[in-house]
């Protein structure tokens, strides 16, 4: 168990540095994915499978959906969207692809063993739940404030106003020639003639 246990923290390790150094999203959003996974395949190895689903489910699967709702948010354009099938060539996905490959020989291998990892014992959903609210109920309370800043900031950043296009009354209108102190008999000679 010890050396996939290190080959899944080594994945780990150059997927997140990788991802910290890409300059272009989308490459950055694919090494966080397989780095998120290696976690959660950290995290069975130490003999916590219900933190490795979690991990896998909420926050491999929720990056992704994340990550559609801010480009659905930001309302890209047309040229942006040609950027964007730009960046998605065939050689970006060639990195990501062989770590996670080696994260699925290492699944696999795990599969076919009966251990539950390299830890004393294999922690359940009770235990993660009577600890989460706990002793940690106070670091679970500031993680959720956390997400609701988030939330109102990214309302705000997404909320756009409907603009309004201003009015501007110059000398060749009705308004503007009554507000340069015109005739009013004679700001209304655009109209027709009103016969008494």
Do not use: C
Not at 158 to 163: D, P, Q, S, Y
Not at 165 to 188: C, Y
């Amino acid at each position: 168990m010890e050396p996939t246990f290190y080959i899944a923290g080594g994945i780990a390790v150059i997927s997140t540095a990788l991802m910290l150094t890409r300059l272009n999203l989308v490459h950055a959003l694919l090494y966080l994915i397989v780095s998120l996974l290696s976690v959660s395949v950290v995290f069975f190895l130490l003999g916590a499978p219900f933190v490795a689903a979690l991990e896998a489910i909420v926050y491999a699967g929720a990056i992704m959906v994340l990550f559609l709702f801010v480009v659905m948010m930001l309302n890209i354009g047309r040229h942006a969207a040609e950027t964007e099938k730009q960046w998605l060539t065939p050689g970006i996905w060639t990195g990501p692809v062989i770590l996670g490959a080696i994260l699925i020989i290492e699944v696999a291998y795990l599969a076919q063993g009966t251990s539950a990892g390299l830890g004393a014992g294999v922690v359940g959903p009770k235990e993660v739940g009577i600890a989460l609210f706990g002793p940690y109920v106070i670091g679970v309370e500031l993680a959720s404030m956390l997400l609701l800043a988030g939330l109102v900031g990214a309302y705000h950043l997404g909320l756009r106003n409907a603009e309004t296009p201003e009015i501007h009354h110059d000398a060749g209108t009705h308004e503007g020639r009554i507000d340069a102190g015109g005739d009013l008999v004679l700001a209304g000679t655009d109209r027709s003639a009103r016969t008494t």
